[in-house]
């Protein structure tokens, strides 16, 4: 089997008005999203989603597509969609980072895969570890105190067991908005804060300390992009566990937060990373380390979300048991389009048992939003 073609297909989404994220990096109000049909020589398609946010790496739709087109495109034509790893090798060398633009070509690459064997991704990455239902927390914007008290408590009434505060904003009003959650839910919720890279070391551990009677379960990125020693450090001093995403793109990233021991945990997802494969390396490395791996995102739509959870319950050490990640993305948007979406409800998300991804794009409708 060959690839014979790349199709690409975009779309703007707009985030529903009372889900929108606000947190260190700005506002997310509106998704550009890139949707790429990789087909081959068998008649077997496959499907992949970009993701792209330019604060989050760079990427944006437009840049996605020009590199899929002139670059990515020609150099992949002929290739085997199974040898993955191949298919990698040739994107790297012909293109650095745009991390989100590959994931697209890599995931599209395994459905094809599921689907002529007709087995679902997560059977080919070494069988289900877990329930196809998979929990998250819900991740909440860096409102002013009262609002996020009173949006804390009504999600804690939509199921939520965990909430994720964002943070990083200004330490006074970050350290006021948690107290607020805290005291509005009750002991029995697991609060985490995300400061998305928008504190130092000093300020975070300043702020943790602070917030010792909150009794937080996780602390995610403190601290900024690339500063492997300032995380280290806040790990040290702080009593909740700490975990890394903002800063954790790909395998020597993840092998330099091992070095220095800087966290608990690493937040991984196929976009961020570069796809399936790149993912399941950087869990299987965190493994060997004893460091957990859960499920991060950056408000993906039906199949990059299908594609994160293969990932969770083909990996044992996708721990989202024990540090729930993020995978509700397509619930946060105005429009879907897969003929079935994802179900996403009780504060989960249910992979279905379908060969390949297992969501069918309904192209019809694409076409008309794009
Ligand atoms: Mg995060």
Request: net charge negative.
């Amino acid at each position: 089997m060959k690839i014979s073609q790349i199709a690409t297909h975009r779309a703007s989404i707009g985030v529903r008005p009372e889900m929108a994220i606000k947190g260190s990096r700005g506002h997310h109000r509106i998704s550009p999203f890139l949707i790429v049909r990789v087909d081959t020589d068998a008649g077997v398609s496959g499907v992949g989603e970009a993701t792209t946010m330019p604060v989050w790496s760079g990427e944006t739709a437009a840049t996605a597509e020009a590199i899929i087109h002139e670059i990515l495109a020609p150099l992949l034509i002929g290739h085997d969609p199974a040898d993955i790893e191949s298919i990698d090798r040739a994107m790297d060398r012909a293109v650095n980072h745009n991390w989100f633009t590959k994931a697209a070509i890599e995931m599209a690459c395994w459905d094809i895969q599921g689907r002529a064997a007709g087995r679902p991704v997560y059977e080919l990455l070494g069988g289900p570890c877990r329930s196809r239902t998979i929990p998250s927390r819900f991740s909440m914007a860096a409102y002013d105190p009262e609002t996020a008290a009173a949006k804390a408590v009504e999600r804690v009434g939509w199921g939520f067991t965990t909430i994720k505060i964002k943070v990083g904003t200004d330490p006074r009003e970050d350290v006021a908005r948690v107290r607020a959650v805290r005291e509005a839910v009750g002991p029995d919720i697991a609060l985490v804060i995300d400061a998305n890279c928008g504190w130092d070391a000093d300020t975070a551990i300043d702020c943790c300390r602070q917030l010792e009677d909150c009794r937080l379960s996780l602390v995610e990125q403190p601290t900024p992009d690339g500063d492997y020693t300032s995380l280290a450090r806040v790990r040290r001093s702080i009593e909740p566990p700490v975990m890394a995403d903002d800063m954790c793109f790909n395998r020597i990233h993840a092998l330099e937060l091992l070095r220095h021991e800087a966290c608990d945990v690493i937040s991984v997802y196929p976009g961020k990373n570069g796809g399936i494969r790149k993912s399941a390396e950087i869990v299987r490395l965190a493994a060997e380390h004893g460091v957990a791996c859960s499920i991060g995102s950056n408000l993906e739509w039906d199949v990059a979300t299908a594609a994160m959870g293969h990932l969770v319950i083909g990996l044992e050490n996708m721990q989202v048991e024990r540090f729930p990640g993020d995978i509700l993305g397509p619930w946060y948007h105005q429009q879907r389009i897969v003929t079935q979406p994802l179900v996403i409800e009780q504060a989960s998300c249910t992979i279905p048992e379908l060969p390949g991804l297992g969501v069918e794009v309904d192209w019809d409708k694409l076409a008309s939003l794009s």
